[in-house]
T-cell receptor, first 115, second 111 residues
Framework: DTEVTQTPKHLVMGMTNKKSLKCEQHMGHRAMYWYKQKAKKPPELMFVYSYEKLSINESVPSRFSPECPNSSLLNLHLHALQPEDSALYLCASSPPDAAGYSPLHFGNGTRLTVT | DAKTTQPNSMESNEEEPVHLPCNHSTISGTDYIHWYRQLPSQGPEYVIH???SNVNNRMASLAIAEDRKSSTLILHRATLRDAAVYYCILRGTSGTYKYIFGTGTRLKVLA
């Protein structure tokens, strides 16, 4: 079990649907991350929130919309996705350490399939 | 952004040591070197990290070259449960939370 909980574990959605992925941690971490991982590839950074403010957006298409409503929760809202967006979406958290000392804690991801 | 280069795959026999290399020739002076591993159907798991000195913990050891342009993750006695993809990570830009994964090394452990 991990200390970062992601729901749902699996999601199948059509290209016209709107859905949301949820990530929760109670370790007091103030930095939270979304990564996207395609099969047999490394995770790719999408977004970073620091103290509930968006600090990094890696030029992600607007059909992905992140939200950090409080220090424990991170959402990723999905709308009008394409089949190529099918992937494992990973959430991570870390203490607010811009020096890079603190390790990332990952959830086990949401496996998204877009039909 | 600082990049890392790792071999695509490696094999090891069970109960033998494994040395997993990572090259990071563009590392900046303040970047920590992190290692994570990813077991099938799971998220990445923290293994170890360091800045300049060699580091040991219960999972592994990290040897960092004197010029910091490369590092090696050492598993002292590989077990079948160590079969995973091992990633070497640097922070991409000094002062940010931009952690960039390398391509990873798929470790196969033979019984």
């Amino acid at each position: 079990d991990t200390e970062v909980t992601q729901t749902p574990k699996h999601l199948v959605m059509g290209m016209t649907n709107k859905k949301s992925l949820k990530c929760e941690q109670h370790m007091g971490h103030r930095a939270m991350y979304w990564y996207k991982q395609k099969a047999k590839k490394p995770p790719e950074l999408m977004f970073v929130y620091s103290y509930e403010k968006l600090s990094i957006n890696e030029s992600v298409p607007s059909r992905f919309s992140p939200e950090c409503p409080n220090s424990s929760l991170l959402n990723l809202h999905l709308h009008a996705l394409q089949p190529e967006d099918s992937a494992l979406y990973l959430c991570a958290s870390s203490p607010p350490d811009a020096a890079g000392y603190s390790p990332l804690h990952f959830g086990n991801g949401t496996r998204l399939t877009v039909t | 952004d600082a990049k890392t280069t790792q071999p695509n795959s490696m094999e090891s026999n069970e109960e033998e040591p494994v040395h997993l290399p990572c090259n990071h020739s563009t590392i900046s002076g303040t970047d920590y070197i992190h290692w994570y591993r990813q077991l099938p159907s799971q998220g990445p798991e923290y293994v170890i990290h360091g800045l300049t000195s060699n580091v040991n913990n219960r999972m592994a050891s990290l040897a960092i070259a004197e010029d910091r342009k490369s590092s090696t993750l050492i598993l002292h006695r590989a077990t079948l449960r160590d079969a995973a993809v091992y990633y070497c990570i640097l922070r991409g830009t000094s002062g940010t939370y931009k952690y960039i994964f390398g391509t990873g090394t798929r470790l196969k452990v033979l019984a």
